[in-house]
């Protein structure tokens, strides 16, 4: 399997710790510095707050991995780790696809969507009406509300399209009956993201360049 | 390949703790002596007395650690549970928690002595008739319980503290498979569930099948234990019956085996009739047909087959009878001016009979008979007797489903079977 890299690898300096930071991805814009743990720009400028680094929560994943998504292959860039209030958490693999938006494998509990970003066009009133049960119809796709957390803390690591959220955030997730998923990350209540794609297994992705779990 | 767990010392009891499944599971049990504790962001254990178990435990067929391979693939229990209805507390089950690295999770569920194993859905079933059914992969599920659990004890590892009360779930079965989901404030958890053999089981825990605890009653989506469907056991009676239907009346049509008629005109000064002999070319049964002019009266023959070699006799009586008339109510007639009778089971050989006619009334109709004999019979009562056989099977197996089925829904809150009716 061939792996998605980038043609443009860009060398930057930490602004924090002045540890040398590598960008090997196009689609990114941000790398959390594994020194000093700072998100940093291509530019060389420090955004945001310092990320703890993911904790190990026995993931296949990693930045590197590589894998297939409709025949498409795409390479994993980053982490971000949203931990929510009742001990779950999601991890969301950014995955650079050569230039087919912004893609992200989400991962809780050994369980994985491959999303893409996409226009927020269901109502943020009613979405926050929503409760786990709930059917709602979003682009002519009726879902029922999965789940609805509400993060508490994040952690990063890797190359990140931008800079991690640090607002409060309610995790939405929407499941069809025929496997379809729209995750919203509604923020401060007063706006959102939404990312829409399908649930699949981990063996459907093909995936390479996995992480060895000490079995 | 056995997973490697790191690890941790109880802050109890300093026993050394097995943990599997790093910061998917931050609530941990200590093996030795209970003691619950969480894990914070550092990976430190922090023992709490909220979360430790107040009772002992049961004997779980399965402990953290256990190695169960299914479809080849090798999952590591994690997790113990012992759970009861919150509703009907004496029902209690075990659920176990699995984990593979690439698998992910499953929970096999102990309830009575059968196995359910489940996987988490990624997708929704729908629900529909007032939520009494779910359909899922075009599949009918028929809703089995509503209720709330309490988890009354732990050991293991688990991502959110286990021992709750009053959790919410909701099942649907189409046996062998069912349907189950999860309800809390957070979120709808769906999973499909698969019963698995005691052998099946006892195979994949590589433990001997008489380790596992006895059966009792039906499992919830325990197959029924005949192989066939009664749908195709219906089928093939039906096939058979209307088969045997088609011979006999084939055979029917086709015989024409009279041997020979006698009538009252025949008969000697005592008003008997000897025939002559005739042949029986092969062994079976005879038919005998009696027609007379009996009119509000009855008559009858006493027939005696005589086999000429032996002199063995077998005798029958054959007769008719026709009463007619009028009241107020109008005309009105009962009986017949003829009837049939079969003489079963004749060796083959030469035979003649002898007949002695009876009537009712002396000097009014019947005076007049006619006997006809044919050979190659095909009984009704045969026949009859066959399909009755036949039909018997899927009869049987509907009262043993039925049974199988109510003894499963006795333990449902929504059960189609009425339980006086029953008894």
């Known amino acids: 399997m061939s792996v998605v890299t980038s043609h443009t690898t860009a060398v930057t300096e930490c602004p924090a710790c002045k540890s040398t930071v590598v960008f090997r991805f196009e689609s990114t814009t941000i790398c959390v510095c594994t020194t000093c743990r700072s998100q940093v720009t291509r530019g060389g400028l420090k955004l945001g707050q310092a990320m703890p680094s993911p904790s190990d929560d026995m993931s296949k994943l990693r930045v590197g991995a590589s894998g297939k998504q409709d025949d498409k292959t795409f390479t994993v860039t980053g982490r971000i780790r949203f931990i929510f209030d009742d001990d779950g958490y999601v991890n969301l693999w950014h995955v650079e696809t050569g230039g087919r938006g912004n893609n992200w494998i989400a991962e809780s509990f050994h369980t994985y969507a491959f999303l893409k970003e996409d226009e927020a066009s269901y109502p943020l009133s009613h979405l926050l009406l929503l409760k786990p049960g709930d059917k709602f119809t979003s682009k002519s796709i009726h879902y029922y509300l999965s789940s609805s957390e509400t993060k508490t803390s994040v952690e990063a690591e890797g190359e990140l399209p931008e800079e991690v959220p640090e607002e409060k955030i309610m995790y939405v997730v929407g499941t069809s009956p025929d496997k379809l998923a729209v995750h919203f990350h509604v923020f401060n209540r007063n706006k959102y993201r939404a990312y829409r794609g399908k649930n699949m297994l981990f063996s459907e992705f093909n995936f390479s360049n996995t992480r060895a779990i000490n079995s | ?423």
């Open chain 2, 1 to 423: 390949m056995k997973l490697q767990p790191q690890e941790k010392a109880c802050e109890s009891c300093s026993s050394t703790i097995k943990w599997y499944t790093a910061a998917q599971s931050r609530h941990l049990y200590c093996s030795k002596c209970g003691q619950y504790h969480e894990v914070n962001k550092k990976g430190e254990l922090q023992k709490k007395t909220a979360g430790t178990p107040k009772i002992k435990g049961p004997a779980y067929t399965f402990k953290p650690g256990d190695v169960i391979t299914l479809d080849r693939i090798a999952y590591t229990v994690i997790g113990s549970t012992w759970k009861e209805d919150m509703q009907y507390p004496e029902f209690k089950w075990k659920e176990y928690t699995l984990f593979n690295d690439e698998a992910g999770y499953r929970w096999l569920s102990e309830s009575m002595g059968h196995w359910i194993l489940l996987t988490e859905l990624d997708a929704v079933p729908i629900r529909r008739s007032s939520d009494t059914v779910a359909i899922f992969n075009e599949v009918q599920y028929d809703v089995f319980q509503k209720s709330r659990s309490n988890t009354i004890h732990a050991a293991g590892e688990f991502s959110s503290m286990p021992l709750v009360r009053g959790a919410r779930y909701q099942e649907y079965i189409a046996p062998p498979s069912m349907l189950s989901v999860e309800i809390t404030t957070s979120g709808h958890t769906w999973f499909k569930g698969q019963h698995i053999s005691k052998k099946e089981v006892a195979a994949a825990g590589n433990i001997e099948s008489d380790k596992l605890p006895v059966q009792d009653g039906v499992g919830a989506v325990e197959p029924f234990g005949s192989a066939v469907r009664q749908d195709i056991t219906i089928a093939i009676a039906a096939i058979a019956v209307g088969l045997m239907l088609i011979v006999m009346m084939i055979s029917s049509s086709m015989s024409d085996d009279r041997m020979f008629m006698a009538d009252s005109s025949q008969a000697d000064s005592t008003g008997k009739i000897t025939t002559q002999s005739f042949d029986v070319t092969q062994s079976g049964a005879l038919r005998l047909r009696y027609e007379a002019d009996c009119y509000n009266n009855w008559s009858e023959a006493e027939v005696d087959i005589i086999n000429d070699a032996t002199g063995e006799s077998q005798g029958t009586i054959i007769g008719a009878e026709y009463y007619a008339g009028s009241d107020s109510e109008g005309s009105w007639s009962e009986g017949s001016t003829s009837s049939e009778q079969y003489v079963s089971s004749v060796p083959a050989g030469k035979y003649h009979l002898v007949i002695t006619p009876f009537r009712g009334t002396a000097n009014a109709s019947g005076t007049k008979y006619q006997l006809t004999l044919e050979q190659n019979a095909t009984i009704g009562s045969n026949f009859f007797s066959c399909a009755l056989l036949i039909i018997l099977a899927p009869v049987v197996q509907y009262f043993r489903r039925r049974s199988f089925e109510s003894r499963r829904w006795s333990s449902s809150d929504f059960s189609p079977y009425s339980f006086n009716e029953e008894e």
